[in-house]
Structure formats: structure tokens, C-alpha cells
Antibody, heavy 119, light 108 residues
Framework: QVQLVQSGPEVKKPGASVKVSCKTS????????LHWVRQAPGQGLEWMGW????????KIAQKFQGRVTLTRDTSISTAYMELRSLKSDDAAVYYC????????????WGQGTLVTVSS | DVQMTQSPFSLSASIGDTVTITCRTS??????VNWYQQKPGKAPKLLIY???NLKGDVPSRFSGSGSGTDFTLTISSLQPEDFATYYC??????????FGQGTKVEVK
């Protein structure tokens, strides 16, 4: 079955960077966009960006431009999201999700990676 | 960006009740609305895509309707496992993909 398995929780200091991985299985990695979504504690869902694993093209939400880098390694069917210059309000659970089609839905989602930002 | 306004913010219901959650969008997004269920500490799960298409493994008590700017998620005969937070999402005018604020369905 299709699975997205993310890396474990991270604790970072303000100003540091974090890199979250999303290992996929059960489908052709290069066949679907991968999206990144975050959720601050007790808050809603916020789309961060997508990467096309086939071409490497990516689109980052305006809010995160300059701080987020999306990459992928097709040899191991894994995508990565790096967030730099961490601030306290970057503390959140970060999810990857497979995109279905150009105007499609997200299914399935990874289990989430908790990023804590604390001095 | 397309704004998604979900209502209510929360609701209390009993087992067996019918629950309706609405999502209003700031622009016409045709039928490109998707609905997700999220339980505490878990990732969101897709329930309905393109306004009214039930994902294969989702119980038929869930249904969706609407087009343009007004959409509805209905849960008929609420079951214990349905107590969760529900989010709508638009996928027509992108990027960004935007979500509603969420509706928490609680036990009355």
C-alpha cells in the first residue's frame, strides 16, 4: 500500500535549520507531486509548498520563500523539506502528502514530524 | 488567495445524529473541494474529493455536496469513531492550496 514515512521529532534552537525527510513506498515516486503542510499546536493546516519528484520543479508558498528548500532523491524515493532561520512560531508538526493530480487532493499523508523550537 | 470559511467552529452531537459542516469560499472554485478528517495526534485523512466523491475506504455515512462557493460535508448516523476535526480544502485556484479553519465534532 502507499506509505509516506517521515523522520523523527526534532528540537532546534532559534536561528537554526531543520531538515525533514519523507520516504515513500507503494507507488511510483516520480508520478505524483509531494506537498508539505504544517500545523502549529492547536491550529489549522497551512500549505508550504510542493515538489515534482520527476522534474525537481518546486513551488513554495510566498510566506516561506527564502526560508524553505524542497529537494528529492529519486534513488530512494524520498523527499526533503528544509526550513532555515527557525523562529519560535515555526514550532509545529510538519506533514508531507502525496498530491493527486494538478488540481487534486492530498492522499495519503505522512505521519508528521514534530519540530520544537526552543532556546 | 482563496479564503475558506468553515462553520461551525465546533459542534456537539450524539451517536446517531446527522451532522452538517459547511465551507464557503471567497471565489468560485467549481467543485474542487476536498474534505479531511483529523484525530488528535494523527495526520489528516482524505474523506471526500472533488466535492462529492467518497474515497474508497470511507463509510457511506459520509457525503459531500456543493459547487461554486458553497460546500457541505454531512455525516449521517454519527458513530463513536467520527468524533474528530474536519477540514475543507480547495484545490482549484492554486497555489496556494488553502484549508478551512476546521470543525471539531465533540460528544454531547
Amino acid at each position: 500500500q502507499v506509505q509516506l514515512v517521515q523522520s523523527g521529532p526534532e528540537v532546534k534552537k532559534p536561528g537554526a535549520s531543520v531538515k525533514v525527510s519523507c520516504k515513500t513506498s507503494g507507488y511510483r515516486f516520480t508520478g505524483n507531486y509531494l506537498h508539505w503542510v504544517r500545523q502549529a499546536p492547536g491550529q489549522g493546516l497551512e500549505w508550504m509548498g510542493w515538489i515534482n519528484p520527476y522534474s525537481g520543479d518546486r513551488k513554495i508558498a510566498q510566506k516561506f520563500q527564502g526560508r524553505v528548500t524542497l529537494t528529492r532523491d529519486t534513488s530512494i524515493s524520498t523527499a526533503y523539506m528544509e526550513l532555515r532561520s527557525l523562529k519560535s512560531d515555526d514550532a509545529a508538526v510538519y506533514y508531507c502528502a502525496r498530491g493527486r493530480g494538478d488540481k487534486g487532493w492530498f492522499d495519503p499523508w505522512g505521519q508528521g514530524t514534530l519540530v520544537t523550537v526552543s532556546s | 488567495d482563496v479564503q475558506m470559511t468553515q462553520s461551525p467552529f465546533s459542534l456537539s452531537a450524539s451517536i446517531g445524529d446527522t451532522v452538517t459542516i459547511t465551507c464557503r469560499t471567497s471565489q468560485n472554485i467549481r467543485r474542487y473541494v476536498n474534505w479531511y478528517q483529523q484525530k488528535p495526534g494523527k495526520a489528516p485523512k482524505l474523506l471526500i474529493y472533488a466535492a462529492s466523491n467518497l474515497k474508497g475506504d470511507v463509510p457511506s455515512r459520509f457525503s459531500g455536496s456543493g459547487s461554486g462557493t458553497d460546500f457541505t460535508l454531512t455525516i449521517s448516523s454519527l458513530q463513536p469513531e467520527d468524533f474528530a476535526t474536519y477540514y475543507c480544502q480547495q484545490s482549484y485556484i492554486t497555489p496556494p492550496w488553502t484549508f478551512g479553519q476546521g470543525t471539531k465534532v465533540e460528544v454531547k
